[in-house]
């Protein structure tokens, strides 16, 4: 038997009824008046919870000899033993225990590095996104906070190949620089009275089929005097102003049509691209014979097509669709560049535009959010979520900093993108419904289109003037360039031109 304290045989052996191990008497009851526990298992421990242990034979202490004997030195000697033992045992127990507390503390260092090191990266890939964003705006992003860290999304490279990458950084140069020198109307320019007296300067009506009627989306040509329309009826026209005549219908959607744009290039025959509920969107082309044919038919997404965007470059462009995805394509291939899905949009894209550089895009959601998009990063730069009903439309002023959006809660929201902010909301009619909306090449005027034509002044959101010729709703509104006339398409199957007379 030896004493769990000093390691050595006692000379009166007690055990210890908590934890079952045996001291020398004189240790143990020291221990308990320091300390009040069990050394061993450090539970409660008092003089009453001591067994004393016979032994065979039992030695008789003699009597404590005085101090200047060998004897008592011997004895002093022991007492200073135990003395030492007793506090060896204490200190190896608060060793232990500082040990595990370091163990502990390093970890939690280590945990509490590794996570603000993913902080700072997720911080970094969001400010440099919101650079991007308002490098090619004209302002300088707001200088860093000290260190605080947020939640942003992880720094991954492009999704777009390279060449890519490099016309839509040259793009948006060249189109920054050429905004920069025009920020003024020139005297051409329709002033505020020459709006105000626009009226109906002549219409097209009974274009597409009756059995379906209806015009649900509109473009128009560099020229303006090719107007691309779709319908109801699932086809795809064009209509020519100086011959007065449909000069291609194109067939091959199986349901409604829901946007149609121009590529925008300076050609007579400019290609032509539709997006359906069918899911599909096709690009038309005219042949040798200016016959216009069907000529890639891209099964774009698992839901319907709602919205195409050409990109200003006009090398690429873009389709939304109610499966939360928008896709980015190249015109010589056709073929998705890159698919963009963000899984919190449930209720899908309802809309889809470029900003006027092209480093950005705008998409509205089912979800009552506009997203703002970094086309090179294929990040989220920014979220308006102010609407309370799914977006219906949206539009970029050439000032290149507004934004425009109109949802199903009847107002009209205008953002500016500098800021991030939302500047101005124009509440309409109870039930009004906004499906298009345009500035004008200066900026100066946005006209909304829905259960009528409305003109309002863009920097104050004030009535110029309306339109209620129409008598379905409004699809589609075109300006002509300095905001000289403007084209509409309704759901009575009509064109209209305003203007002056």
């Known amino acids: 038997m030896f004493c769990a304290i000093s390691g050595e045989a006692p000379e009166q052996p007690v055990v210890s009824v908590k934890s079952g191990n045996i001291f020398e008497k004189r240790l143990i009851e020291k221990y308990i008046a320091d300390h009040g526990k069990d050394p061993i298992n450090n539970e409660e421990l008092s003089t009453d919870d001591l067994i004393e242990i016979k032994t065979s034979p039992e030695t008789v202490k003699p009597r404590p000899p005085k101090l200047s004997s060998v004897p008592s030195l011997l004895s002093a000697l022991q007492n200073e033993w135990d003395s030492v033992m007793l506090e060896s045992f204490t200190l190896k127990q608060q060793y232990q225990q500082v040990r595990q507390e370091l163990s502990h503390a390093l970890y939690q260092n280590d945990a509490a590095t590794r996570v603000i090191a993913r902080l700072k990266k997720e911080r970094d890939a969001s400010r440099e996104a919101l650079a991007n964003v308002q490098a090619h705006l004209g302002t300088a992003a707001p200088a860093p906070a000290a260190e605080p860290t947020s939640e942003a999304m992880e720094t991954d490279e492009s999704a777009l190949p390279e060449d890519a990458v490099n016309k839509i950084t040259e793009t948006s140069q060249a189109l920054s620089q050429t905004r920069r020198s025009k920020k003024k109307p020139p005297v051409e320019f329709a002033s505020l009275d020459s709006v105000k007296g626009y009226t109906k300067v002549s219409d097209v009506p009974s274009l597409h089929t009756s059995r379906s009627p209806g015009i649900t989306a509109l473009d128009v040509d560099h020229s303006e005097n090719r107007i691309l329309t779709g319908g109801q009826d699932k086809h795809v026209q064009i209509y020519d102003k100086t011959e007065n005549k ?13 946007c149609v744009k121009f590529r925008g290039q300076a050609v007579e025959n400019d290609i032509a691209i539709s997006a359906s ?9 005219a042949d040798e014979s200016n016959t216009y044919k069907l000529v890639h038919n891209i099964n774009a997404h ?35 560049i890159a698919d963009y899905f963000d899984n919190e949009v449930q209720a899908g894209y309802t809309s889809i535009a470029f900003h006027p550089d092209g480093m950005i895009l705008g998409a509205g959601t089912g979800n009552a959010v506009v997203q703002i998009w970094d086309v090179k990063s294929n990040k989220i730069a920014a979220s308006f979520g102010e609407h309370k009903g799914k977006i219906g439309a949206l539009a970029f002023s050439e000032n290149g900093y507004i934004l425009a959006t109109a949802s199903e809660d009847n107002l009209v929201k205008i953002w500016d993108l500098r800021k991030l902010s939302n500047t101005k909301t124009f509440t309409l009619d109870d039930g009004y419904t906004v499906s298009s909306l345009a500035f004008d090449d200066y900026g100066q005027y946005l006209a909304v289109g829905g259960n009528d034509v409305r003109i309002l002044k863009a920097k104050d959101g004030s009535a110029v003037t309306s339109f209620a010729d129409n008598t379905a709703d409004i699809t589609g509104v075109h300006w002509s360039p300095l905001a000289q006339g403007l084209v509409t398409s309704s759901m009575d199957r009509t064109l209209r031109f305003y203007g002056a007379q």
């Open 246 to 258: 449909v000069i291609a219908n194109m067939t091959g959607h199986t349901k409604k049509i829901t």
């Open 277 to 285: 509920v069918d899911k599909h969107v096709r690009v038309w082309a």
């Open 302 to 336: 698992k839901g319907d097509a709602t919205g195409i965007s050409v990109h200003p470059s006009k090398d690429y462009f873009v389709s939304s669709g109610m499966d939360s995805k928008w896709s980015f394509y190249d015109f010589e291939t056709t073929k998705p």
